[in-house]
Each structure stands twice: as structure tokens, then as C-alpha cells.
């Protein structure tokens, strides 16, 4: 696998899948106004709770985890203890710093993707804890009186909130792409800028109804391959609800192009608004491309799992997508030289 230097942008999300509740994305302009509004994240068999809006929040566009410092904690009442931009690394002495601690009731119902609570077992932070991954791709962590401590600095909000695990939480994004070709099969390029434009497999959520790379959790004992594997065959081609032929040609043609050389695009902190002191989002998203055209191009894009419809769409710094997917699909057209 291709490893491209770790951005030090926050991403998204990296991932989509961890309770059926709604979230607070605050999407960060380069302008000193941070924007929050409501959106959804997919259930996993979950029905969706009400949320309020997040109200106006006021960060530098630098700022470390905006998402993550989001006024409302998504889904609840729950109100975080303001940050500001100088107060967010713990190596600033900040005695008057009282956050609320806050996890989620679905979460402390105990699901098999949750952890239990922090003081009912001893967990190996900074370790491969059985089958649960509980290092960070950040590096170490540290942990504070038995609780791990958000790499990124403070959020506002102690506790899991959202998430099911103490610690990092690992998500897994593929960017599937192609050329995008005439109708002579000729690749196609871009008349502004004359650099081929490449297309990627685009997922349309159907909680948020926002365009997005398909992506999901990384399972207990499961290798971010079979992630990635995994969440696109559901997400874009509707593995699950395919005739067992056509799951058999969809995991032929799919496992060929996963097991080819993908580009690592980023691995690292996602500045997700569920986010807490105590527990984060990471993510790991990788490229595959199709580069003649003849592998999962050739397959019809049926949408299946949490996707609304799927589609290829051209990649252009004109696109309005989920998080920081965006940030993501940059990289993949300036290492492949094509259009942005």
C-alpha cells in the first residue's frame, strides 16, 4: 500500500456507522465563523433520536478540532463546556475546566460494539486489548486517572457521549475511482485546467442527504482491508441483496481491485462532533483505482446498507461533500495527477 505523509487536517469522519442518532457537523470555511448544523448518522439497527440545532459557534478557521467543540453534544440536551482555541491542549494548566461527563443511555445499554463502563473492567489502553484495537494511529495517548485522554486536546465533554469505545474509535473510508472516458473509451479531459478528470463511487446518505465516500467501522479482530472491502460491496453495489451470481462476480471483480496496490490518503484523528475527552474517531482512507476501466467499472452501482442512491461523480473542487472527504479527494487527484 502507497502511504501518503499523515495531513495534518482533521477529517471527517471518518465514518458513518455507530448509533441511530443525529449529530451536530459543524463545517469549518475559511472564514472566523464556524456553522453547526444537524444532520444524521446511520443506524445500526437503532431508530433515530431528536436533536436541537447547534447554535452560532466562533473559532479561528486554524482552530484544533472545531467539529469536536461543537456547542450542542449531537442528540441530547447536553450543553459542552466552552473551549477556547488557547485552552484546548492539556499542556495548558486550566483549573477552572468542569466539563459535564456524558454517555449516550443506547451506549450504556451495553451493545456488543460498546465498551462497559470505564470502572467495571480494565481495559489496555495503548494496546491491542483481545480482539479491540485500542491504539491510536496518532501515537500514544495518555491516560489520566484510568481515563484515556483525546490526543487532540479538550472538547468540552468527558465520558463516551456517542461513541461505544474508550479510546479511539477506528472507522475505514475506500475512494474508489476511475478515468472518466467518451464514448470512444478515450479518457476525457478537463477544459479549463486539460488534466484527465478522474470519477469516484459517491454515496448519497440517506439521514443527512449529503454526497459522501462510502465508509464504515472497523469491526472487533477485522483488518481495515476487509473494511474496506466490506463497506464498499454493501454501501455502493448492495452485496447483501444480491443473487448469489451476482454476489459472486460483484466479490470477484471487487476483491481483485482491493487486493491490488491502494494509496493510503490519510490515517489519523477525525474532528468528529461526537467526539469527547475520553473518546474519538479515527479513520483510514485508501484509494483503489480502476485505472483501465475493466474491473469494478464494469459493475452496476446499486445502492444498499445507509446509502440513499450511489453514482460516479466527478472529482472537482466545486463539490459540496460530507466532512472532510473533500480534503481527501484532493489528495487523490494531485497524486494522480488529474483535475481538481
Known amino acids: 500500500m502507497i502511504q501518503m505523509p499523515r495531513s495534518s487536517v482533521g477529517p471527517r469522519r471518518a465514518a458513518f456507522t455507530l448509533l441511530g442518532f443525529q449529530y451536530c457537523l459543524c463545517t469549518s470555511q475559511i472564514r472566523p465563523h464556524i456553522s453547526c448544523t444537524t444532520s ?50 492539556w499542556k495548558i494548566d486550566w483549573p477552572l475546566y468542569k466539563p459535564e461527563t456524558y454517555t449516550a443511555p443506547a451506549v450504556l445499554n451495553k451493545p456488543e460494539w460498546a465498551d462497559p463502563d470505564i470502572w467495571s473492567f480494565s481495559p489496555l489502553f495503548n494496546n491491542l486489548d483481545g480482539k479491540v484495537d485500542r491504539r491510536s494511529h496518532e501515537g ?46 478515450q479518457p476525457m479531459s478537463h477544459p479549463m485546467s486539460k488534466l484527465p478528470v478522474l470519477q469516484f463511487v459517491s454515496i448519497k446518505r440517506k439521514d443527512c442527504g449529503e454526497w459522501a465516500i462510502p465508509g464504515g467501522m472497523v469491526d472487533p479482530g477485522e483488518q481495515v482491508s476487509l473494511t474496506l472491502h466490506r463497506e464498499f460491496s454493501e454501501e455502493a453495489l448492495n452485496s447483501l441483496q444480491a443473487s448469489p451470481q451476482d454476489r459472486e462476480q460483484i466479490h470477484q471483480r471487487i476483491t481483485a481491485l482491493f487486493n491490488s496496490q491502494g494509496l493510503e490518503v490519510y490515517k489519523g484523528y477525525v474532528d468528529d462532533p461526537r467526539n469527547s475527552d475520553n473518546s474519538w474517531m479515527e479513520t483510514v482512507a485508501v484509494n483503489f483505482h480502476d485505472e483501465t476501466g475493466n474491473s469494478v467499472s464494469e459493475l452496476p452501482l446499486r445502492a444498499g446498507d445507509d446509502a440513499g442512491q450511489v453514482q460516479w461523480t466527478d472529482l472537482d473542487s466545486a463539490l459540496s461533500l460530507y466532512a472532510s472527504h473533500s480534503h481527501f479527494l484532493e489528495v487523490v487527484a494531485k497524486k494522480r495527477s488529474a483535475h481538481w
Request: hydrophobic share 30%; net charge positive; with cysteine.
Open 40 to 89: 444524521q448518522i446511520p443506524a445500526r439497527s437503532m431508530k433515530s433520536l431528536s436533536t436541537s440545532a447547534c447554535s452560532a459557534f466562533t473559532m479561528s478557521s486554524t482552530a484544533p478540532h472545531v467539529k469536536s467543540r461543537c456547542p450542542q453534544y449531537p442528540s441530547s440536551e447536553i450543553k459542552r463546556f466552552p473551549v477556547p482555541d488557547d485552552k484546548v491542549d
Open 140 to 185: 500514544p495517548y495518555r491516560v489520566e486517572n484510568g481515563l484515556p485522554l483525546n490526543p487532540h486536546g479538550r472538547t468540552g465533554l468527558t465520558g463516551r457521549g456517542l461513541l461505544g469505545r474508550w479510546g479511539p474509535n477506528h472507522a475505514a473510508d475506500p475512494i474508489v475511482t476511475r478515468w472518466k472516458r467518451d464514448s470512444a473509451q
